[in-house]
């Protein structure tokens, strides 16, 4: 089956800054990558996605890339602010089935 | 649409108790899943359920586990006997699967706090 990895697990920066997290996946027959956004004591919520038959995908200060060949996709985060402190998990399905794989989450950190 | 309901919100029983958790997935929605949340080992699936049917129950920890789908509209999770390890969030998703093709996004409830003394 799939093997997601999500690094890193932990991340903490500055208000302002940027923020990276990094996610390799193992079958090449994935084509779907949503990120979610876990805020503490809440459920996970999708803040982004990105399909297969593209390379990058960008709303407001999110965007995603995909590299299919290197099988590893990015979310990057501009201009931090402190609501965006929360988990942040990626995940990736292959179209056979609707199972979902999900990364083991990073906790990210927006010092004001 | 309300969403993915779950209920309850929160539980407290004791080691021994059967426990169950209800999930309403969103109305139209043909996937339905339940996921196991904790510190240590993240967001876990235990099962998920397409049109109705078990399609992968691997994630079941043990025989002490059971879900069932009765109707598109609501499903249930059940741990007998429960024991403190049980202690988790557990999140019932939704999602429409359209086609092979496309991705299909899923959709979290609140999630079930359930505590095991």
């Known amino acids: 089956g799939e093997n997601v990895e999500q690094h890193p697990s932990t991340l903490s920066v500055q208000e302002g800054d940027s923020a990276v997290i990094k996610c390799t996946y193992s079958?090449?027959?994935?084509?779907?990558f949503p990120w979610y956004k876990q805020e503490l004591g809440k459920r996970p919520q999708l803040i982004i996605d990105i399909r297969s038959n593209v390379g990058e995908k960008k709303d407001q200060r999110i965007a995603v890339t995909l590299n299919k060949t290197a099988k590893h996709f990015s979310l990057h985060i501009t201009e931090t602010q402190p609501e965006d402190s929360a988990v942040y998990f990626c995940a990736a399905t292959i179209n056979t089935g609707n199972q979902f794989y999900f990364g083991t989450g990073t906790s990210l950190t927006v010092i004001p | 649409d309300a969403g993915v309901i779950q209920s309850p919100r929160h539980e407290v029983t004791e080691m021994g108790q059967e426990v169950t958790l209800r999930c309403k997935p969103i109305?139209?929605?043909?996937?339905l899943f339940w996921y196991r949340q904790t510190m240590m080992r993240g967001l876990e699936l235990l099962i998920y359920f397409n049109n109705n049917v078990p399609i992968d129950d691997s994630g079941m920890p043990e025989d002490r586990f059971s879900a069932k789908m009765p109707n598109a509209s609501f499903s249930t999770l059940k741990i007998q006997p429960s024991e403190p390890r049980d202690s988790a969030v557990y999140f019932c998703?939704?999602?429409?699967?359209?086609?092979?093709?496309?991705?299909?996004?899923?959709?979290f409830g609140e999630g079930s706090w359930l505590t095991v003394v």
């Open positions: 998703a939704s999602s429409l699967a359209r086609n092979r093709d496309s991705g299909n996004t899923i959709y």
């Open positions: 109305s139209g929605h043909n996937s």
């Open positions: 079958d090449s027959a994935s084509n779907y």
